[in-house]
């Protein structure tokens, strides 16, 4: 692979449920280490993109990483690929510790001192739970079980990060920790693809971003570009 080959590279993108499209011709890329964001309203088909990019939802068009074409490919072959995926919702096994829960983002590492490594890196970036290994995940507040679902994720050590309206329903003082978290990680070298509804915190971390309307990209641009713009303000800003 050589260094201009795009992370993430999509083109022409058809996709949507029992034969109806909700993504129209969307195009996008993201370079290696890259931060970017998609916002736009509850129905424009955010997370339909992403969930598109993990193989669970069919498609038509090119979805290509690191020059790899992923449509039709199955998607328990994708996180092996280096894509983890953090859905809306959090999604933590209840009833299983906080610490297996992360542990089963590592399914594939054979290496235990890699394994080790690699949970001590989630620790590190989330030192609460750390705290609260032996605890049953389904006790833990919203926040906690986000910081649980991510660092699921990270076990992947991925190279594309996907989250999906991390922020949703969670305290200010747990999105700003997560704001924080998400830039330690993009710092770290791993790609970030961010959906999000919380359009300030989404152009307050990403570099890059675009706007998804009625499934079409409609804008993209610099975070500072779309901030700046009067149709973004006005419908995602309120101001």
């Not at 915190?201 to 610099?222: D, H, N, P, W």
């Amino acid at each position: 692979m050589t260094s201009d080959v795009p992370l993430l590279s999509i083109a022409d993108l058809h996709a949507g449920y029992d034969g109806v499209d909700v993504l129209h011709a969307v195009s996008l890329s993201m370079a290696a280490g890259e931060f970017v964001c998609v916002i736009g309203a509850n129905t424009a088909g955010k997370s339909t993109l992403l969930r598109t990019v993990s193989g669970l939802v069919s498609a038509r068009g090119s979805i290509r990483f690191e020059g790899q074409e992923l449509v039709g490919r199955p998607a328990h072959r994708i996180p092996g690929l280096g894509i983890a995926h953090v859905p809306e919702g959090r999604h933590v096994f209840p009833d299983m510790s906080v610490d297996e829960n992360v542990m089963l983002g590592a399914f594939s590492v054979r290496d235990a001192a890699d394994l080790g490594r690699r949970r001590e890196h989630v620790l590190e970036m989330f030192p609460r739970l750390r705290e609260r290994l032996g605890q049953a995940a389904g006790t833990l507040s919203g926040g906690e079980q986000q910081m649980v679902a991510i660092g699921r994720a990270l076990m992947l050590a991925p190279r594309l990060l996907l989250l999906d309206e991390p922020s949703h329903g969670l305290a200010p003082k747990v999105v700003d920790e997560l704001h924080d978290t998400f830039l330690a990680i993009s710092r770290s070298g791993t790609g970030i693809l961010l959906v999000e509804q919380n359009t300030s915190l989404a152009l307050s971390v990403a570099s890059r971003g675009y706007v998804l309307e009625s499934g079409r990209i409609v804008l993209e641009g610099t975070s500072a570009e779309l901030s700046g713009n009067d149709a973004v303000r006005s419908a995602y800003l309120g101001l």
